[in-house]
């Protein structure tokens, strides 16, 4: 086949579409990597700040980030320890000892549920919420700090964006661990 300069001209665009998309997917696979970088570091500054807060009221890092959850998850009547592994990634059987150290310190109550007596449910003591507001102006100076820059609107935008990267991690994380990816 006689190359033509028209032959030519539509191999160099077909080159040129070549490197462009190697060109887009390098600089994706540059911007994936920056995001997780970037995640790990700002994980490593929160875990320095709640090893900090849980330093300031005599318990563990994890004992802290427990309370924390259990604050968030209880709308009155008490959360279950499932709800509480669920939502920070620890094992059930870790959550059990450590809300038995935690009841030893009257930070929590934990109390059987009324719906099913093989469960228990927790709650936070009045001591602890004592102690948990003594620390909100210190909190509230962090979280300004962290987010400085960021107005409410731009705060929901990313918090969506990252709660659709945490629902596809979970997914990647289940399709790697099958083998199917």
Not at 23 to 37: P, S, Y
Not at 44 to 66: H, N, R, T, V, Y
Not at 148 to 171: C, H, M, Q
């Amino acid at each position: 086949m006689q190359r033509t300069p028209l032959t030519l001209a539509a191999a160099d665009n077909q080159n040129w579409q070549k490197r462009m998309k190697m060109a887009t997917q390098e600089q994706f696979n540059r911007a994936v990597r920056d995001l997780i970088w970037n995640i790990v570091e700002i994980r490593a500054q929160l875990e320095e700040i709640d090893k900090s807060w849980a330093e300031l009221i005599g318990i563990s890092e994890p004992q802290w980030l427990m309370l924390m959850a259990i604050d968030e998850l209880d709308h009155g009547s008490g959360v279950s320890g499932i709800a509480v592994a669920n939502k920070l990634g620890f094992h059930p059987a870790f959550i059990t000892t450590q809300t038995k150290k935690l009841e030893q310190l009257e930070f929590l109550i934990r109390a059987t549920s009324p719906d099913d007596a093989r469960f228990l449910q927790i709650s936070l003591t009045p001591k602890v919420r004592t102690e948990i507001a003594k620390l909100s102006d210190k909190r509230q100076a962090v979280n300004s700090t962290i987010l400085n820059g960021l107005d409410e609107e731009s705060l929901a935008y990313l918090n969506k964006r990252l709660n659709a990267i945490a629902r596809n991690s979970r997914l990647a994380s289940q399709k790697l661990s099958l083998g199917l990816l």
